[in-house]
């Protein structure tokens, strides 16, 4: 969170409050999402005893990241509207559907599209790899399976990114 104070202290200069909150909202949205992607290795790694540098920059898995960075997002502009002005407007209203639509995707589509893979990738498991790839199943011979997320996935993004909105907060 040291982190915040000094992005806090850098932003103090800017006059224009509109400004100002929204570059926080950027930094803390992406906070929220380079902090979450960490959190996710770590876990992986401790989970399946190896390190998998991979897991900084992939997509499904816990917590959801996508979803941590769009609960941050709605949930940062709802403080800072509330706190300056005593309501919240059409911005906060936006960045809400916005992230409804995104965290319904992370456990909607992409999840069962991570299923259908698993299925196709099982399927073709016995064809040689140039079967594969005639088959579209890409350069190594199989689809990428970790896409989309659980609800448990999502659930923990969400309470991930409404925790670094809140800290934001009261270190303010």
Not at 32 to 42: G, M, V
Not at 44 to 69: A, C, R, V, W, Y
Request: glycine share 6%.
């Amino acid at each position: 969170m040291l982190v915040i104070l000094m992005m806090r202290a850098m932003l103090s200069s800017i006059g224009d409050t509109e400004t100002l909150r929204a570059i926080e909202v950027m930094i803390l949205s992406s906070i929220s999402l380079f902090s979450c992607q960490l959190l996710k290795a770590i876990i992986f790694s401790i989970k399946e005893k190896k390190l998998d540098i991979k897991m900084l920059f992939t997509t499904g898995g816990f917590p959801s990241s996508h979803t941590s960075t769009v609960t941050t997002m709605v949930v940062s502009i709802a403080i800072f509207q509330i706190t300056d002005s005593g309501k919240i407007d059409y911005v906060f209203a936006v960045a809400f559907i916005v992230a409804l639509i995104i965290i319904h995707d992370a456990f909607g589509v992409r999840y069962e599209a991570s299923k259908h893979a698993a299925i196709l990738n099982k399927m073709v498991e016995n064809e040689t790899l140039e079967e594969k790839k005639k088959l579209g199943f890409g350069k190594k011979g199989y689809l990428k399976e970790l896409l989309g997320h659980k609800k448990t996935e999502v659930f923990a993004g969400a309470i991930y990114g409404f925790l670094i909105s809140l800290l934001a907060f009261l270190l303010h």
